[in-house]
């Protein structure tokens, strides 16, 4: 999810110093033992729940598709499968599917006797309806659409079966179909048109959407027929909550505020602070980052100054952004050295890459002319100042990530960049990115699965969705890489998948247009509620055990 030609140096880093590879951490689960607190719990009653993310401007996730739609979306629709804690795929919506030798036919098998939530019944025809949803350029989808690009058509075989034939083997498929951003929505809601949708889309999940006041809260009821538990339930039956009250609270301060009165019962997008305090206080902290990508800065090769990868090193050899971590963060985040997330088993890292020298950076910029110092101390090369200018999402980046930031800022100015932070809206940065008026940029993408790297990172990913966005920030176009990415795709050995995965990796990193920094924070407190966990596909919260306590 966003969301979001290179010269190179050959370097001699071969795959063993790339073979890093992560261990699978359990994402989709709540930190052990401080995920509960004391308290009895009750049936019934409605929950609070307080988020500093962006509100969604259409709660449908096939339209456009960023993680504030996961995050609701997860309580009113489901995804044909599912993932555990482990990392494995499970039946979900879909009770099993099988696949032809040449991997380019599946067929899945839906649950039997599921209706959506207005009476419509999930089957064959409905699943065709939602991929050609998400393929239809008026959805304006970006993620869901990456997600299906290579399905060229869904056929109900019988009610129950719906076959996907593929134009190419996609290994990422069914990591792509347990997704939110692909979910399953009744067809009756979508062909009712985007509007209508947008306000209350139409699932099998475990809650209802009743109301929605924008700029304050969406009002979500108990699905009392609810009959599809996925991989974290703990029963069969429906909710224990009569409801949620899911409200947008944009400052940290007060959120974390309201969940201390015990107004509201969980938020996410703590402070660093307010979650080393909650250990201290009957406050519960679940732990639970984005799989997909890293938070990162990425470089934009496709124009000046970063055209040169001389420039792009000078940078990422000037930023230190450790100390900034370390500090800002109190331990809450680690350093990451690879563009995949720790809780991808395909992650590997580089570190030797991003030692910091800012010797080294001065002599590269001096090797690329950037010889001449204005008198505001940043270098000059034909007459023009060594500019980066680097939009920032006040929606997607929190407080800690901005001073951070800041810091980089100040560290590559030491060797002569002006880096100008424009903090600016949600709506802002995207028109930013789609004008091309930006050198580095923090965008966040949340893909189960290594795949994330072709959508980040292959040049298809320059060329925009019909949502307007487009993925590859770096505009890093190189052929090479390209053919590892499909052919990565194209495999459906596990071993083999990974191995490609790592060149990758290693083809990336040694482009200098990505600075990795850490794991997308993904943090939730909770106070006066037991039984909150997370979905090990992108890691939002589920309220099927949550039961308010007393």
């Known amino acids: ?34 995920a509960e607190v004391s308290g009895s719990p009750i049936t019934g009653g409605t929950l609070v729940y307080a988020t500093g993310d962006a509100e969604p401007s259409c709660l449908d996730p096939h339209v456009g598709g960023n993680y504030p739609q996961a995050l609701i979306s997860t309580q009113y629709l489901e995804p044909l499968v599912g993932r555990d804690a482990t990392g494995k795929i499970t039946p979900w919506l879909a009770s099993e599917w099988t696949t032809s030798d040449d991997g380019l036919i599946w067929d899945f098998t839906l649950r039997d006797g599921v209706t959506f939530t207005d009476g419509t019944p999930l089957d064959a025809a409905a699943v065709k309806a939602n991929i050609e949803h998400l393929q239809d350029p008026e959805t304006q989808s970006s993620t869901g ?37 692909t979910a399953i929505q009744s067809p009756a809601g979508i062909a009712r048109g985007m509007e209508e949708n947008c306000q209350a889309p139409i699932g099998t999940g475990p809650f209802t959407i009743e109301k929605w006041a924008p ?41 974390y505020a309201a969940l201390a009165s015990g107004e509201v019962q969980v938020i996410d997008n703590p402070l660093p602070s307010d979650i080393t305090a909650a250990a201290e206080a009957d406050i519960a902290h679940i732990d639970a980052p984005r799989p997909g990508s890293v938070n990162r800065i990425e470089l934009n090769s496709a124009q000046a100054p970063f055209d040169d990868v001389r420039v792009r090193e000078a940078f990422i050899r000037a930023a230190d952004p450790n100390p900034g971590i370390e500090t800002l963060y109190r331990g809450t985040a680690e ?53 980066v200018r680097f939009p920032v999402s006040t929606n997607q980046s929190v407080a800690a990530e901005q001073s951070l930031f800041e810091q980089i ?24 990115l789609g004008a091309n008026e930006y050198e580095a940029v923090s965008a966040p993408y949340t893909k189960v699965g290594p795949d994330v790297l072709r959508i980040l990172y292959h040049s298809d990913g320059i060329v925009p969705a019909p949502s307007g966005y487009f993925a590859n920030h770096a505009q890093l176009s190189d052929p090479a890489l390209d053919a590892i990415l499909d052919e990565a795709s194209d495999t459906l050995d596990e071993a083999a998948r990974t191995k490609l995965y790592a060149e990758a990796q290693q083809r990336i990193l040694e482009s200098f247009t990505v600075l990795p920094l850490y794991d997308q924070q993904n943090h939730f407190l909770t106070r006066g509620v037991t039984g909150v966990t997370t979905l090990g596909t992108v890691a939002t919260p589920t309220f099927i055990n949550a039961q308010l306590t007393k």
């Open 409 to 432: 800022q100040a560290n590559t100015a030491a060797v002569g960049f002006d880096v100008q932070l424009e903090p600016v809206d949600l709506s802002t940065w995207y028109a930013a």
């Open 215 to 255: 700029q304050q809260s969406v009002t979500l009821v108990r699905n009392d027929e609810y009959q599809t538990p996925g991989p974290e339930a703990k029963h069969d039956t429906a909710a224990y909550l009569d409801g949620i009250e899911w409200r947008f609270i944009p400052d940290a301060a007060t959120r």
């Open 335 to 387: 350093r990451s050295y690879s563009p995949l997330a720790s809780t991808e088993p395909a992650a590997a890292s580089a570190e030797a890459l991003f030692a910091t020298d800012a010797n080294a950076a001065a002599q590269l910029l001096d090797a690329a002319g950037w010889t001449e110092t204005n008198d505001a101390g940043v270098r000059v090369k034909d007459g023009k100042p060594l500019t």
């Open 145 to 181: 659409y990456l997600a299906v690009a290579k399905v060229a058509s869904v056929e109900a075989i019988d009610e129950l079966t719906a076959r996907f034939t593929l134009s190419a083997p996609d290994s990422a498929l069914l990591e792509s179909l347990s997704q939110q951003w």
């Open 1 to 34: 999810m966003p969301h979001t030609s290179v010269s190179r140096r050959t370097r001699a880093l071969g795959l063993a110093a790339m073979a890093g590879i992560a261990a699978l951490t359990l994402s989709a689960c709540a930190t052990p033992e401080s």
